[in-house]
Protein backbone atom coordinates (compact mmCIF):
# COMPACT_ATOMS: atom_id res chain seq x y z
CA UNK A 1 0.00 0.00 0.00
CA UNK A 2 1.29 3.11 -0.47
CA UNK A 3 -0.05 6.93 -1.11
CA UNK A 4 -1.42 9.77 1.51
CA UNK A 5 -4.20 10.23 3.24
CA UNK A 6 -5.93 13.59 4.76
CA UNK A 7 -8.75 13.16 7.05
CA UNK A 8 -10.47 15.56 9.80
CA UNK A 9 -12.80 15.11 12.47
CA UNK A 10 -15.48 17.95 13.54
CA UNK A 11 -16.08 18.40 16.70
CA UNK A 12 -13.71 16.36 18.63
CA UNK A 13 -15.02 16.00 22.18
CA UNK A 14 -11.89 14.19 24.06
CA UNK A 15 -9.42 16.63 25.13
CA UNK A 16 -7.06 14.28 26.70
CA UNK A 17 -6.14 12.29 23.27
CA UNK A 18 -4.89 15.94 21.07
CA UNK A 19 -3.19 18.70 22.97
CA UNK A 20 -5.26 21.26 21.66
CA UNK A 21 -6.75 22.69 25.25
CA UNK A 22 -10.31 22.06 26.81
CA UNK A 23 -12.69 20.37 24.29
CA UNK A 24 -15.36 21.74 23.00
CA UNK A 25 -13.85 24.80 22.91
CA UNK A 26 -15.88 27.56 24.25
CA UNK A 27 -16.06 29.48 21.39
CA UNK A 28 -16.19 28.44 17.72
CA UNK A 29 -15.95 25.00 16.39
CA UNK A 30 -13.10 22.30 16.74
CA UNK A 31 -11.40 20.67 13.64
CA UNK A 32 -8.81 18.01 14.03
CA UNK A 33 -6.62 17.69 10.54
CA UNK A 34 -4.99 14.43 10.39
CA UNK A 35 -2.72 12.86 7.51
CA UNK A 36 -0.43 9.55 7.09
CA UNK A 37 1.89 8.50 4.30
CA UNK A 38 2.52 4.86 3.42
CA UNK A 39 4.84 4.14 3.85
CA UNK A 40 6.13 6.10 6.83
CA UNK A 41 8.45 7.98 5.71
CA UNK A 42 11.96 7.83 7.71
CA UNK A 43 12.23 11.21 8.88
CA UNK A 44 9.91 13.56 11.24
CA UNK A 45 8.33 16.43 10.81
CA UNK A 46 5.38 17.10 8.37
CA UNK A 47 5.99 15.05 4.96
CA UNK A 48 6.64 17.94 2.37
CA UNK A 49 3.82 17.11 0.00
CA UNK A 50 1.76 17.44 2.92
CA UNK A 51 3.01 20.84 4.25
CA UNK A 52 2.17 21.84 0.35
CA UNK A 53 -1.45 20.64 0.94
CA UNK A 54 -1.84 22.06 4.45
CA UNK A 55 -0.41 25.71 2.75
CA UNK A 56 -2.77 25.61 0.25
CA UNK A 57 -5.29 25.00 2.24
CA UNK A 58 -5.32 27.42 4.10
CA UNK A 59 -3.76 30.44 1.78
CA UNK A 60 -6.75 29.31 -0.30
CA UNK A 61 -9.75 29.79 3.06
CA UNK A 62 -8.11 33.39 3.70
CA UNK A 63 -4.97 35.36 4.71
CA UNK A 64 -2.71 33.42 7.28
CA UNK A 65 -0.25 35.42 9.62
CA UNK A 66 2.26 33.23 11.63
CA UNK A 67 5.30 33.30 13.51
CA UNK A 68 8.10 33.42 11.40
CA UNK A 69 11.92 34.16 11.88
CA UNK A 70 12.48 34.53 8.18
CA UNK A 71 14.41 37.72 7.20
CA UNK A 72 12.54 37.69 3.85
CA UNK A 73 10.30 36.47 1.25
CA UNK A 74 9.34 36.14 -2.76
CA UNK A 75 8.75 38.88 -4.36
CA UNK A 76 4.79 39.47 -4.59
CA UNK A 77 3.51 36.95 -2.05
CA UNK A 78 1.77 39.38 -0.36
CA UNK A 79 4.05 38.81 2.60
CA UNK A 80 3.67 41.55 5.12
CA UNK A 81 6.71 41.30 7.94
CA UNK A 82 5.05 42.47 11.52
CA UNK A 83 6.56 43.32 14.62
CA UNK A 84 4.54 42.38 17.04
CA UNK A 85 5.51 38.80 17.80
CA UNK A 86 7.37 37.44 21.57
CA UNK A 87 10.89 37.57 21.71
CA UNK A 88 12.72 38.66 18.44
CA UNK A 89 11.00 36.45 16.10
CA UNK A 90 8.20 38.84 13.39
CA UNK A 91 4.88 38.03 12.54
CA UNK A 92 4.74 37.32 9.01
CA UNK A 93 1.36 37.36 6.79
CA UNK A 94 0.93 35.62 3.52
CA UNK A 95 -1.60 34.34 1.00
CA UNK A 96 1.04 32.62 -0.80
CA UNK A 97 0.91 28.55 -0.07
CA UNK A 98 5.05 28.83 -0.74
CA UNK A 99 5.71 30.99 1.86
CA UNK A 100 3.39 29.15 4.26
CA UNK A 101 5.30 26.72 4.24
CA UNK A 102 8.06 28.03 6.49
CA UNK A 103 5.76 27.60 9.53
CA UNK A 104 6.34 23.87 9.45
CA UNK A 105 10.01 24.25 9.51
CA UNK A 106 11.03 26.84 11.70
CA UNK A 107 13.29 26.14 14.05
CA UNK A 108 12.53 29.28 16.66
CA UNK A 109 8.90 27.95 16.27
CA UNK A 110 9.29 24.79 16.39
CA UNK A 111 5.75 23.12 14.87
CA UNK A 112 6.72 19.52 16.24
CA UNK A 113 6.76 21.13 19.65
CA UNK A 114 3.63 23.13 19.28
CA UNK A 115 5.37 26.58 19.35
CA UNK A 116 3.69 27.72 16.15
CA UNK A 117 -0.03 29.32 15.85
CA UNK A 118 -1.43 30.49 12.23
CA UNK A 119 -4.10 33.32 12.33
CA UNK A 120 -6.27 33.26 9.21
CA UNK A 121 -8.11 36.34 8.49
CA UNK A 122 -9.56 37.80 5.02
CA UNK A 123 -7.65 37.95 2.12
CA UNK A 124 -8.24 40.85 0.81
CA UNK A 125 -7.78 43.09 4.28
CA UNK A 126 -4.65 44.15 6.26
CA UNK A 127 -3.20 41.31 8.95
CA UNK A 128 -4.75 41.27 12.02
CA UNK A 129 -4.19 43.85 14.98
CA UNK A 130 -3.08 41.24 17.87
CA UNK A 131 -1.26 42.41 20.46
CA UNK A 132 1.42 40.64 22.52
CA UNK A 133 -1.06 39.48 25.66
CA UNK A 134 -3.51 38.03 22.83
CA UNK A 135 -0.80 36.12 20.89
CA UNK A 136 0.87 34.91 24.02
CA UNK A 137 -2.51 33.48 25.41
CA UNK A 138 -2.53 31.62 21.93
CA UNK A 139 0.84 29.50 22.36
CA UNK A 140 -0.94 28.18 25.93
CA UNK A 141 -2.54 25.09 26.75
CA UNK A 142 -5.74 26.84 27.20
CA UNK A 143 -5.40 28.83 23.43
CA UNK A 144 -9.44 28.28 22.88
CA UNK A 145 -10.23 30.71 25.51
CA UNK A 146 -8.12 33.56 23.83
CA UNK A 147 -10.31 33.17 20.79
CA UNK A 148 -13.07 35.38 22.30
CA UNK A 149 -11.39 38.40 21.68
CA UNK A 150 -10.20 37.70 17.73
CA UNK A 151 -13.70 38.15 16.07
CA UNK A 152 -13.13 42.24 16.49
CA UNK A 153 -9.66 41.99 14.31
CA UNK A 154 -10.72 40.49 11.77
CA UNK A 155 -9.78 36.35 12.51
CA UNK A 156 -11.57 33.63 11.59
CA UNK A 157 -9.58 30.76 12.29
CA UNK A 158 -6.91 30.33 14.31
CA UNK A 159 -4.80 27.10 13.69
CA UNK A 160 -2.18 24.81 16.04
CA UNK A 161 -0.35 21.81 16.16
CA UNK A 162 -1.69 19.05 17.97
CA UNK A 163 0.31 15.90 19.57
CA UNK A 164 3.88 16.30 18.30
CA UNK A 165 2.88 18.68 15.55
CA UNK A 166 1.24 14.90 13.82
CA UNK A 167 -1.83 16.84 13.26
CA UNK A 168 -3.61 20.15 13.50
CA UNK A 169 -6.16 21.85 15.45
CA UNK A 170 -8.05 24.26 13.59
CA UNK A 171 -10.37 26.33 15.44
CA UNK A 172 -13.55 28.08 13.26
CA UNK A 173 -15.06 31.53 15.00
CA UNK A 174 -17.82 30.82 11.94
CA UNK A 175 -20.22 28.81 10.51
CA UNK A 176 -19.05 30.02 6.90
CA UNK A 177 -14.72 29.85 7.59
CA UNK A 178 -15.74 25.97 9.12
CA UNK A 179 -17.95 25.08 6.01
CA UNK A 180 -15.08 26.91 3.86
CA UNK A 181 -12.28 25.19 5.73
CA UNK A 182 -13.92 21.73 5.29
CA UNK A 183 -14.65 22.34 1.58
CA UNK A 184 -11.14 23.85 0.68
CA UNK A 185 -9.26 20.45 2.37
CA UNK A 186 -11.78 18.47 0.53
CA UNK A 187 -10.67 20.29 -2.85
CA UNK A 188 -7.09 20.68 -2.48
CA UNK A 189 -6.98 16.91 -0.95
CA UNK A 190 -9.06 15.44 -4.36
CA UNK A 191 -6.68 17.83 -6.78
CA UNK A 192 -3.65 16.07 -5.05
CA UNK A 193 -5.21 12.54 -5.75
CA UNK A 194 -4.54 11.99 -1.62
CA UNK A 195 -7.12 9.69 -0.23
CA UNK A 196 -9.51 11.99 1.48
CA UNK A 197 -12.14 11.23 4.55
CA UNK A 198 -14.45 12.81 7.33
CA UNK A 199 -14.14 10.29 10.10
CA UNK A 200 -15.65 10.02 13.83
CA UNK A 201 -13.78 11.05 16.76
CA UNK A 202 -12.61 7.56 17.29
CA UNK A 203 -11.70 6.56 13.47
CA UNK A 204 -9.73 9.48 13.27
CA UNK A 205 -7.58 8.36 16.53
CA UNK A 206 -7.21 4.74 15.03
CA UNK A 207 -6.43 5.85 11.53
CA UNK A 208 -3.92 8.64 13.56
CA UNK A 209 -2.33 5.82 15.66
CA UNK A 210 -2.76 3.28 12.74
Known amino acids: MSGTSIFVCLDPRRSDWWQLGAL ?12 KKYPEPVDGGVPEDVASLLARAFTSIG ?4 LSSAAHAATG ?39 QVLLIS ?8 IDR ?14 ADALSAPG ?3 VVRPGVDGDLAGLLTLTADA ?14 ASFDWSVLTEEAFAERYSG
Open 133 to 146: KQLRALLENEWGDA
Open 178 to 191: ERASLAAFERVSRV
Open 24 to 35: PPATGRMMLIGW
Open 77 to 115: SGWWPLKRAPGPAELTSTTDPQTLMQTFDDAAHPWSMQG
Open 63 to 66: RVTF
Open 122 to 129: APAEAPPE
Open 155 to 157: VIG
